[in-house]
């Protein structure tokens, strides 16, 4: 299995055996349930369709209800799509984070924290107080102009400027595994995930 969804239970820190303290992200990955087994023949790709979490069957569409009583599985929380070359899965299938190693390096997918609409200070690094170079001289946490004058006319797309900051999807490369809690089903990663607390996150090999 190439993957796992998981859910960020925080931040803590541990020592390492020579001593230096290493900060790690707690990830809560799993046990994960097989939903869908997609095949070629079927679908045109090999792929398996994981569930995470437990969701109220009243607060369950029908159709979905439908779908997770073929997995012989209880209503699940998250969903999400993993592609597999020529392994063999089957409904109903658990999935525990036995599936790493301590040392391995994944990649996890989470949405960033959102933070509302915000300045070019916040959101682009522009200068503000202090290193006002944006082209103002009296509001210095402004951008400044934005574009020539008679030619052309227009403010040029992809321009740095002020808006909606944050809760977009991104994705965290090479974070190393430097524990595991096959009890309790968690993980420690070197470094910082991209979400808050009990955010769901997809962790990939």
Not at 112 to 137: A, I, L, M
């Amino acid at each position: 299995m190439p993957g796992l969804i998981g859910k960020k239970v925080g931040m803590t820190s541990i020592f390492s055996a020579d001593g230096k303290m290493i900060p790690c992200t707690v990830i809560e990955a799993g046990p994960c349930v097989v939903t869908q087994v997609k095949t070629k023949d079927v679908d045109g790709y090999e792929a398996v369709q994981l569930g995470f979490g437990e969701r109220k069957p009243k607060n369950t569409p029908q159709p979905l209800q439908g779908h997770f009583e073929k997995a012989n599985t209880s209503p699940k929380e998250k969903l999400a799509e993993f592609k597999v070359n020529g392994q063999k899965y089957e409904l109903g299938q658990t999935i525990t984070v036995e599936i790493f190693q301590e040392g391995d390096l994944v990649d996890v997918v989470g949405t960033s924290k959102g933070k509302g609409f915000q300045g070019v200070v916040k959101r682009h690094g522009f200068g503000g107080v202090g290193e006002t170079t944006h082209g103002q001289h009296n509001r210095a946490r402004h951008p400044g102009s934005i574009g020539p004058g008679s030619f052309p006319g227009h403010v040029l797309k992809g321009l740095r400027m002020a808006g909606r900051t944050g809760g977009s999807r991104v994705t965290v490369q090479n974070l190393k595994i430097v524990k595991i809690d096959t009890e309790k089903n968690l993980l420690l990663v070197k470094g910082a995930v991209p979400g808050h607390k009990n955010s769901f996150v997809i962790i990939e090999k």
